[in-house]
């Protein structure tokens, strides 16, 4: 066996793409939720930062939960705020032109979308003005389609491809992509240049080698989806797949941070 | 720590729900050898879906081709119950297997019909070892594994546990020693196997990958990275498969 070298795992300066903090009702008793909990569970798999969304945005309320969240982070250096975003017109959000200025003002880089778990379309006439707004400032937009299995057929390919299309400057994350979507994912990835693959659950055999070949090292992030999941495997995913070593610095945290930076 | 490393659930070929990356035995064996597996117990997505022989036949192949690293399950199709019998007698007697691969899912075929009661006999005569994608109701799976007791039970995909909730199959594990789990799910929930492993013991929780369907690596990682003792770790990525294929 070979085993892992946890100072080559350090080297790669991991930044993980997909993690949640704060209790959820599917999180297991003991789960890392708290700051301290889950850095010191980014300690022991080697893991040197994060970007967060809180379960509370998600399960519960988006603006309650995202303000929660900054709390939270207020003394934590590691981990990076991730808002969760719906469309405005139910008035359970600010309008985009006030959101957006008030998020990056807040130190707030990047935004989650859940249309499964919050019930709301990714067609033009419910999400464009969102995104037109987030698209003029760069921000990174993570799509979560709250996949469980991967032989669900949850995302709307369509509709990703058109958000692709009309918004070309925004960086599109598809997160939770598992074993089954590669037939869809291969022509996304091929025609546009702006979609991201997180890759917690996508463990395509050769996968990541696969992607890096044909379409660079530079459309996918490191994440591992905790503490709902075990953070090991997308370590030893990213850690075994026989890409060079600096193309799996690019997918442990160089390319997220990058876009992170090119946010303003 | 330096385990030898078996997948007890690996494949051999293509999938039709999705690109397989490594489908061939060369290929394969490159992959085993990155990630440090020394072997697969390999069925043929062909064998478990609609062509049984041809299927085999390709096990046998990349069994011949690397005898070291592939041991072979048989597959049968429980819906031409006549095929059976010879199929498994052509499979033990002339193409080497080692043991037998069930998918009552795919073959849509119920595990407690009569057609799975004749492979069941056939594997008592001389206590070979079954690995079913699903074992079906708990009571179910207790009985045949009292009523057959030198044959070995792996119950497949029981990763899919979260770690919440009770684990379905845990008296069953208790009580009969010729029953096991692998850990093969897609999902890795958090802390799951840790708390599987200090429910049941290490000693009938068995490794394994669904490779090349998953990635050999991204599966491996459930068990490298716990937080268990290595001796733990020992039994399940390996240990226990090579005393169930050695016995």
């Known amino acids: ?264 | 720590m330096n385990p030898r490393i078996v997948d007890c659930h690996a494949h051999f070929g293509r999938f039709s729900q999705t690109k397989v990356g490594f489908a061939d035995a060369r290929s394969m064996v490159r992959a085993m050898d990155a990630a440090g597996v020394e072997k697969l117990c390999v069925s043929s997505f062909l064998a478990i879906g609609p062509d049984c022989v041809t299927g085999n036949n390709a096990v046998a192949e990349a069994v011949k081709l690397y005898p070291d690293r592939f041991i072979g399950y048989a597959s049968v199709n429980p819906n031409r119950p006549d095929e059976i019998e010879p199929e498994l007698d052509r499979c033990f007697q002339k193409l080497g297997m080692k043991a037998i691969k069930l998918h009552p899912a795919f073959h849509r075929y119920p595990i407690e019909g009569p057609s799975y009661r004749r492979v069941i006999e056939y594997a008592a005569r001389s206590g070979m070892t079954i690995l079913s994608h699903d074992w079906g109701r708990p009571e179910f799976i207790e009985r045949v594994a009292a009523e057959f007791p030198n044959v070995k039970f792996i119950i497949a995909h029981t990763g899919f546990w979260d770690g919440r909730s009770e684990l379905a199959y845990a008296g069953v594990l208790k009580r009969r020693k010729n029953v096991f789990i692998d850990l093969v799910y897609s999902n890795i929930f958090y802390d799951a196997l840790e708390r599987m492993v200090a429910e049941l013991g290490a000693d009938q929780i068995l490794w394994g990958s669904d490779f090349p369907l998953h990635d050999l690596p991204f599966q491996l990682g459930r068990v490298l990275f716990a937080k268990l003792d290595d001796e733990s770790k020992l039994k399940v990525l390996g240990g226990n498969m090579l005393r169930i294929l050695q016995s």
């Not at chain 1, 100072?7 to 939720?33: H, K, M, Y």
């Not at chain 1, 998600?58 to 991730?82: I, K, M, V, W």
């Not at chain 1, 999941?229 to 030893?236: L, Q, T």
């Open chain 1, 1 to 264: 066996m070979k085993p892992i070298d946890h100072a080559e795992v350090q080297r790669l300066n991991l930044f993980d793409a997909n993690c949640r903090l704060g209790p959820s009702d599917l999180t297991a008793s003991g789960a890392p939720v708290t700051v301290p909990d889950l850095e010191q569970e980014m300690d022991r798999l080697g893991i040197a930062e994060a970007l967060v969304y809180h379960a509370s945005a998600s399960g519960y309320d988006p603006e309650f939960g995202n303000t929660q969240l900054l709390q939270e982070l207020s003394t934590a250096s590691r981990l990076h705020p991730c808002w969760v975003v719906m469309p405005h017109y139910t008035g359970e959000m600010e309008d985009p032109a006030t959101l957006i200025p008030r998020m990056l003002a807040a130190g707030v880089h990047a935004v989650r979308m859940l249309p499964a778990v919050h019930r709301f379309s990714i067609s033009g006439w419910s999400v464009d003005e969102l995104l037109g707004e987030l698209n003029t400032h760069r921000i990174p937009l993570f799509l979560d389609f709250g996949r469980s299995h991967w032989a669900e057929e949850v995302v709307n390919y369509d509709a990703v491809a058109r958000i692709c299309r009309e918004f070309p400057s925004l960086p599109v994350v598809l997160v939770r992509e598992g074993i089954g979507s590669s037939r869809y994912l291969y022509p996304l990835l091929e025609c546009f240049g702006n979609l991201h693959l997180e890759l917690s659950y996508y463990q395509a055999s050769d996968g990541v080698a696969d992607i890096c070949r044909r379409f660079g090292a530079e459309r996918l992030l490191f994440g591992t989806g905790l503490p709902e999941y075990s953070g090991g495997p997308a370590i030893s995913m990213l850690y075994f797949s026989g890409i060079s070593f600096e193309d799996k610095k690019r997918i442990a945290g160089g390319n997220l941070r990058n876009l992170l930076a090119a946010a303003r």
